[in-house]
């Protein structure tokens, strides 16, 4: 059997099989305890900020707002130089930006749950193991959720773009996961709203995209102040 030139499949293949673990990154099933934090909705419906659809479609925009602005530079510049350097500064900034404790605690939950798990499943990154090594136990690292997705997103190969929208989609997914949980819709009436609210994230992952840390911000304060008092509730279903 003649072979021609040309035809050698291994960098396709490689990149196919890269696809595979890039959409588990994305995967439900991966437990990093996504599912447990509700970017401060219980707290919101508590409140009597959140009661019908409507004022649920509007709250998840405004979380997908303070994500863009706040962390989504953490996601890029982790993406685009995942290196165990530039990872510890990220960590240490995002550390010092984030005021509101539950939020702070949330993100270091998340992102402990995610490094641990990633450097256990992505075994062919034997970096994110070595990495992971290197920082348990610094006393220096809190392990936030936002650059150790960028970290594990670039070293699975996505492009910056790509790993920000990947961001975007996960932070979406979740807080309609908990708005199903909590009753506020079905699961029919989920998914629905989760399709209808993908062009309002696109537009706001454009206009957020490939900043630096130094523009990170909050765009939405009332909802910083509204998850600040999730601690407060008498009866919690999630961490934030």
């Keep these: 059997m003649q072979i021609s030139e040309g035809c050698d499949n291994g960098p396709r293949l490689a990149d196919s099989i890269a696809q595979w673990s890039q959409w588990q990154l994305l995967?439900?099933?991966?437990?990093?305890?996504?599912?447990?934090?509700s970017f401060g909705l219980e707290a919101a419906v508590q409140s009597n900020l959140v009661s019908n659809p409507d004022e649920l479609k509007t709250f998840i925009i405004h979380v997908l707002e303070n994500t863009g602005s706040l962390l989504l530079p953490f996601v890029h510049l982790a993406s685009v130089s995942p290196k165990l350097e530039t990872w510890h500064n990220l960590d240490k900034i995002l550390d010092a930006t984030l005021t509101n404790e539950v939020s702070r605690k949330a993100s270091i939950?998340?992102?402990?749950?995610?490094?641990?798990?990633?450097?256990?499943?992505?075994?062919?990154?034997?970096?994110?193991?070595?990495?992971?090594?290197?920082?348990?136990?610094?006393?220096?690292?809190s392990f936030h959720h936002a650059p150790i997705f960028?970290?594990?997103?670039?070293?699975?190969?996505?492009?910056?773009?790509?790993?920000?929208?990947?961001y975007m989609y996960i932070t979406m997914r979740d807080v309609i996961s908990a708005a199903t949980r909590l009753n506020l819709i079905g699961p029919l009436g989920a998914a629905v709203l989760q399709h209808q609210l993908a062009p309002n994230a696109e537009a706001i992952l454009e206009k957020w995209k490939n900043r630096d840390v130094d523009d990170a911000c909050q765009v939405a304060p009332l909802l910083d102040t509204v998850q600040g008092c999730h601690g407060y509730l008498f009866s919690r279903l999630f961490s934030s």
Excluded at 27 to 37: K, V
Excluded at 116 to 135: Q, W, Y
């Design 109 to 141: 939950s998340q992102g402990s749950a995610l490094m641990r798990v990633g450097s256990a499943v992505f075994s062919e990154l034997p970096s994110l193991k070595a990495m992971r090594n290197a920082s348990l136990g610094s006393g220096t690292i």
């Design 150 to 166: 960028g970290l594990i997103c670039g070293t699975l190969g996505l492009d910056s773009t790509d790993s920000q929208r990947a």
């Design 27 to 37: 995967d439900s099933l991966l437990p990093t305890g996504g599912f447990a934090h």
